[in-house]
C-alpha cells in the first residue's frame, strides 16, 4: 500500500499550552472569538437508495429508532428533508438579521440536492467548509475509495457554489485514519488554499500539528487544528442521555461557556468559543429561540469577535507561524 493510503496517526499533543498560552491577539483587542459552525448532512446520509446497506441513526428525533436494513426509513427520512426545506433558510434569515457569519460543514452531496443555496450562501458570507462527500462512516471505506470522494467533494463544492476556491478547510467526523493524508494530497494536488483541519476536539485555541506529508518526503509545512466542540452542539438535544431537554438549556450552557471564556480573555488569556448547529435541529423553532437569545446576549458585550473558521485560521497563521520545533502541538515559548 502506497505512503498516501497508509494510517496516519501523529503523536497525541497531551501537552497544550500549559500554564503559559498564547495571546491569540484576535482583531480589535477582541476577548473571544465566537465561531459558529452549521452542519449541512441533509442528502448526505445513509439511505439505501445511495447504495448504503439501511437507513440513517445519528442525530434524529426518534433516538432509539434502529436503522433498517435494506429498505427505507420514511419517518427518518423527512427529519433530514427538514434541514434544507426549513431550518436552513430559518438559520440563514437569523444570521442575516443578526449580522453574523457562520462556517457552513458541507456535506457535498447535500448541496448537490439543494443547489440553489450554494451562491446564496456564499453571497450572504458564509464559509464553504468540506464535511466529507457523504455523510457516512469512513472507516468502513477503502482509501481508495475515499480519495474518489474526496475529490467528488471538491468537484460539487466548487460546481455548485461558483467558487473555484473551496474548501480551505475541513472537518469530516466520520473519517478514516487515512483521512487527513487523502485531503492534504488533494489540496495540493489541485492547488487549493488549504487553511486548517477541524478533526479534533482538543483545545480551546487553534494549534499546530506536523503536516501529514511530512512522513513522505514532502516539506513539513504544518497543519493548523481548529478545533470544535461537541458541549456547546445542540446534537445533545437528540443524542440520548446527552444533555439539553429545552432551548433554555442549551442558552445557558451557551451563556456560562461564553461568561467563562470572557472573563479569561479579559485576564488576558483570550481564547476561541465553538458552536455547533444542525440545519434539522436547531433548525426547529423552538430550540432557534435559544440560539437568537444568545446573539443577543453577546451584541450586548464589547470586544466580541464573531469569525469563520476560515478567518480565525488566517489570523492564527499571521501571528503564529509555523514552527516545527516548537509549534507541534505542544507549549509555545
Request: charged share 25%.
Amino acid at each position: 500500500m502506497s505512503s498516501r493510503y497508509s494510517e496516519y496517526l501523529p503523536e497525541r499533543p497531551m501537552v497544550g499550552y500549559g500554564m503559559n498560552q498564547p495571546d491569540p491577539q484576535w482583531p480589535n483587542g477582541a476577548k473571544i472569538a465566537i465561531s459558529f459552525v452549521i452542519n449541512w448532512e441533509e442528502g448526505g446520509e445513509r439511505n439505501v437508495l445511495e447504495g448504503d446497506d439501511g437507513s440513517e441513526t445519528f442525530i434524529i428525533e426518534t433516538l432509539s429508532q434502529p436503522s433498517r436494513i435494506g429498505e427505507r426509513d420514511e419517518m427518518v427520512e423527512s427529519q433530514f428533508e427538514y434541514g434544507p426545506r426549513v431550518g436552513l433558510p430559518r438559520l440563514m434569515r437569523l444570521f442575516k438579521r443578526y449580522n453574523m457569519t457562520a462556517t457552513m460543514y458541507t456535506v457535498a452531496a447535500a448541496l448537490e440536492c439543494a443547489p440553489h443555496f450554494g451562491p446564496e450562501l456564499v453571497k450572504q458570507g458564509f464559509e464553504i467548509a468540506c464535511h466529507g462527500n457523504r455523510w457516512i462512516n469512513y472507516m468502513n471505506v477503502s482509501p481508495e475509495e475515499e480519495e474518489k470522494h474526496i475529490h467528488q467533494a471538491i468537484d460539487r463544492l466548487q460546481k455548485y457554489t461558483g467558487d473555484p476556491s473551496v474548501p480551505r478547510g475541513w472537518m469530516i467526523g466520520r473519517r478514516s485514519n487515512a483521512s487527513q493524508r487523502l485531503y492534504c494530497h488533494a489540496a495540493k494536488e489541485r492547488g487549493l488554499e488549504f487553511l486548517y483541519s477541524s478533526d479534533s476536539y482538543g483545545d480551546d485555541l487553534p494549534y499546530w500539528l506536523e503536516s501529514p506529508l511530512a512522513s513522505e518526503g514532502e516539506p513539513d509545512e504544518g497543519m493548523l487544528i481548529v478545533p470544535y466542540s461537541l458541549d456547546c452542539n445542540d446534537v445533545r438535544f437528540v443524542v440520548p442521555g446527552s444533555g439539553w431537554s429545552s432551548g433554555e438549556d442549551f442558552y445557558k450552557h451557551l451563556v456560562d461557556t461564553f461568561d467563562v471564556l470572557y472573563e479569561e480573555g479579559e485576564a488576558g488569556q483570550a481564547k476561541m468559543m465553538s458552536i455547533g448547529l444542525h440545519n434539522r435541529c436547531i433548525g426547529r423553532p423552538g430550540r432557534l429561540a435559544a440560539v437568537e437569545k444568545f446573539m443577543q446576549y453577546i451584541s450586548s458585550k464589547e470586544g466580541v469577535w464573531v469569525a469563520r473558521r476560515d478567518e480565525i485560521a488566517r489570523h492564527w497563521r499571521e501571528q503564529f507561524p509555523y514552527c516545527a520545533e516548537r509549534c507541534q502541538g505542544r507549549v509555545i515559548t
